[in-house]
Nanobody, 129 residues
Framework: QLQLVESGGGSVQAGGSLRLSCAVSGYTYGIYYMNYMGWFRQAPGKKREGVAAIYTGGGSTGYADSVKGRFTISQDNAKNTLYLQMNSLKPEDTAMYYC???????????????????WGQGTQVTVSS
């Protein structure tokens, strides 16, 4: 059974940084062969939005306009771990952040949460002004 476990969330002041991690287990072939993985977030009263995604077999990435230049998605195949480096954090980045994996997404749909079939439990990020 594929499992995704996020960590690294917390409280930080505006302008600060956090690095989220998503440890993957239960997948025989390793995340390189996963297809797409991504980070999504949901703030109270708001819709879930795609933050960043990566094609795990080739490195193509996508970012929401609101985080471009501030967030970086990456993977460590040896550790079967996905990361999200978040710099210059803003109060509007406050949300629950979820790691997700997709066996069916494509370059065109990698930011669409509906294309993801495996989800972690989430990690809270709170940015104060």
């Amino acid at each position: 059974q594929l499992q995704l476990v996020e960590s690294g969330g917390g409280s930080v002041q505006a302008g600060g940084s956090l690095r989220l991690s998503c440890a993957v287990s239960g997948y025989t072939y390793g995340i390189y062969y996963m297809n797409y993985m991504g980070w999504f977030r949901q703030a109270p009263g708001k819709k879930r939005e795609g933050v960043a995604a990566i094609y795990t077999g080739g490195g193509s990435t996508g970012y929401a306009d609101s985080v471009k230049g501030r967030f970086t998605i990456s993977q460590d195949n040896a550790k079967n771990t996905l990361y999200l480096q978040m710099n210059s954090l803003k109060p509007e980045d406050t949300a629950m952040y979820y790691c997700a994996a997709s066996s069916r997404a494509s370059l065109a749909t990698m930011m669409d949460g509906e294309e993801y079939n495996y989800w972690g439990q989430g990690t809270q990020v709170t940015v104060s002004s």
